[in-house]
């Protein structure tokens, strides 16, 4: 099993969302972050002040899946993630030792 983590825009989240529908993943964690990387803020005026805002808001989705499926999984995160432009985010893939449904017992890939 693998634990997908994908940071990407907030905007892009239904599109995301529908894509891994259509892999066949039924389940995610989504979390509302904020970031720097190559994007480096941006600057804004609030009452005639111009200040920085250095990391910007994105979004944690994390998804475990198996590891048959992983590629499907993230190639749909990245295609409905891509604009093109600076900050679209990334994708990172972990191992999964082991996953546990509370409530029926279930283990590992049943429990996905």
């Known amino acids: 099993m693998k634990l997908v983590i994908a ?35 941006h600057k804004e005026v609030y009452r005639g002040a111009e200040y920085t805002i250095a990391f910007i808001p994105k979004l944690k989705l994390e998804v ?15 295609g409905a993630a891509h604009t093109g432009k600076i900050g679209d985010g990334k994708i990172f893939v972990t191992n999964v030792d082991a996953a546990l449904r509370v409530r029926t017992g279930e283990r590992d890939n049943d429990a996905l």
Do not use: N
């Open 7 to 41: 940071i990407i825009q907030p905007h892009r989240l239904d599109v995301v969302r529908d894509a891994l529908l259509a892999t066949g993943t039924e389940g995610m964690t989504v979390s509302e972050v904020r970031g720097y990387g190559r994007q480096k803020g």
């Open 64 to 78: 475990a899946v198996p590891d048959e499926r992983l590629d499907a999984v993230v190639e749909a995160i990245r």
